[in-house]
């Protein structure tokens, strides 16, 4: 199985991520869930994760990150995910499962040195955890298989030139595109493909498990924020792109391009610079997504919570 460690800020789209990688059929071994200030602040991104692993019976630590980025002020996207985080389901506010005693970055590090098998990290929300990992002990880097992140575009959510991950930590992020490490990155390019749409919802609902029911109640309150900030007729379940990707790497398509992270620009701060026709000349250092195979994407999601059914 191949290793990979979920660094995330549930997050409905990060909570169906997790759902998805830890699937029955799924080919990952999550060694850890780590969390990271984002779409909310870092307790409830915690909280949710935690809720997450109860709801789905997944025993893996989860570990408490960085609860600001690295320079800046702190924001959150509370308009897309409520108040908790994780509206729609009714969860518990204080979780059964406890998070363990040690900083994220200390269990990334721990983990990837530690490991005979190269580790891929998934990262979710801000490049915090991630870039601070990298900057502290930078022999990981040769233990990292791929780093997976969903974040960036040729187009922002959350100005018009960039995307809220990326916005939120652009130090963060230019640390970890600088890295060298192998990285396959999903903008919104790709994951606005991605639509939770009424007939996936349907097939969702189908499902006779109460995972599946639990994944349904996170798209239908993702698709009403959806509806009313962007007036989307569905929500993108942008982070699950990683998981889906990771278990099937044949429904998307890349492009290997250079990208360079915008950090102080005035109208494009946190924008992801991607080279697509190479004029900078500068070498590749991302596998873009540029396209996927919505078909396939839905009917292998379909078949992910069923497995939870038939387990
Ligand atoms: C990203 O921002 C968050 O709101 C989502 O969880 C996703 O990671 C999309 O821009
Ligand atoms: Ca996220």
Known sequence: KRKVILDCDPGHDDAISIILAASKESPLQIEAITTVAGNIDLEKCTYNAL???????????????????????????????????????????????????????????????????????????????????????????????????MGGGTFGNWTPAAEFNIWVDAEAAEVVFESGV?????????????????????????????????????????????KDVFNFEAGPIHDACTAMYLMNPDLFEFKHVHVDIETKGEYTKGMTSVDLLGVTKKPPNVHFAVHLHQHSFWDRFEEALKSYAEA
């Open 51 to 149: 809720n997450v692993c109860e709801m789905i019976g997944l025993d893996v630590p989860v570990a408490m990150g960085a609860e600001k980025p690295l320079l800046g002020k702190k924001v959150t996207a509370g308009d897309f995910h409520g108040e908790s985080g994780l509206d729609g389901p009714e969860l518990p506010s204080v979780p059964v499962r406890k998070p363990v005693d040690q900083h994220a970055v200390d269990l990334i590090i721990e983990k990837v040195l530690e490991s005979e098998q190269k580790i891929t990290l998934v990262p979710t929300g801000p490049l915090t955890n991630i870039a601070l990992a990298l900057m502290k002990e930078p022999k990981i880097k040769e233990n990292v298989e791929e780093i997976v992140l």
């Open 182 to 226: 192998p990285i396959a990155m999903f903008g919104l390019d790709v994951t606005h493909l991605a639509l939770a749409d009424r007939e996936v919802m349907d097939r969702v609902a189908a499902v006779d498990h109460p995972v599946a029911h639990f994944v349904f109640e996170l798209l239908e309150f993702f698709s009403k924020t959806y």
